[in-house]
């Protein structure tokens, strides 16, 4: 039986030593070892951490997609076993299906869960304005470029209306250029909504321009190896001292555990 953890309100989701692993060859994979983290109400947190430690990993177990093996997963104060009905969940594809309009994709979630009404639908065509997609509602996935989809992906998420979105690389698909627009509109998306938004990535800049905090997860079977706290105003650029000097620690903190990926 899993013990209470008692929590300060201000915790929106708290995780504490989750563990996963799967099995190999007829042996146990160790995956996630103990990986603990909080995320407090409206906070945007990203995850980094070298390629196979088990990003992916966690935001499946958080997802329902997949069962822990242990630890404690908690939403406002609850111990669940899982946070499905409380998260959103974008994935590194847009998954969006070929047979419907782009407008009927971004309508998914109050199709199923019994919200869908004609206001539902006047917000989605704005977000959609808002995300550049304007005169594409009836176009079908198979007629807009990549990052066209990701934009429609994005809005299906936010219409899912929970409080916490699961962002996995959704934009790592992207060009330099198409990336910039898409996370200069999921910020003025997150501070609008002020959802709590856990996103992964791979690319340190991201983070950066992005986030509150940051976990860093170490190799495989990974645990939390670090949290850097971004005090710089929004919106921060690249040449900023001090963005710079988290960067620089952040790719500090990142070489060893990727030269033990590939150890």
């Known amino acids: 039986m899993e013990r209470k953890v008692s929590l300060s309100n201000d915790n929106k989701l708290f995780l504490w030593e989750i563990k996963k692993s799967f099995r190999k060859n007829g042996s146990l994979l160790a995956i996630l070892l103990n990986v603990s983290l909080f995320v407090r109400s409206g906070e945007f947190i990203s995850i980094l951490g070298p390629s196979g430690c088990g990003k992916s990993t966690l935001f499946n177990v958080l997802a329902g997609l997949i069962k822990r093996d242990g630890g404690i997963i908690s939403i406002d104060n609850r111990n669940v076993e ?16 070929p047979w419907r309009t782009v407008l009927r994709n971004v309508l998914l979630g109050p199709e199923i869960s019994g919200g869908f009404h004609k206001a539902i639908q006047e ?37 899912f209306r929970k409080d916490i979105l699961l962002l996995d690389e959704p934009f ?40 509150d905090r940051i976990y ?42 990727i030269e033990r990926a590939f150890a």
């Not at 690249?238 to 990142?254: E, G, P």
């Open 123 to 159: 917000e989605a065509v704005e977000l959609m304005t808002r995300v550049g997609l304007k005169g594409f509602e009836r176009n079908y996935p198979a007629e807009l470029s990549v990052g066209m989809r990701q934009r429609a992906a994005l809005v299906r998420t936010l219409l």
């Open 82 to 97: 899982s946070g499905v009905g409380d998260v959103a969940y974008m994935q590194q594809k847009d998954l969006l299906f």
């Open 216 to 257: 860093l997860l170490t190799a495989r079977p990974s645990s939390v190896k670090g949290e850097i706290r971004v005090d710089i105003p929004r919106p921060r650029k690249v040449t900023d001292s001090r963005f710079v000097d988290l960067k620089a620690t952040l790719l500090d903190m990142l070489k060893g555990e």
């Open 172 to 211: 790592g698909a992207l060009d330099a250029m198409t990336r910039s627009v898409m996370q200069r509109i999921l910020l003025e998306l997150w501070m609008d909504y002020r959802k709590t938004v856990l996103l992964v990535t791979h690319d340190v800049e991201e983070a950066l321009i992005l986030s």
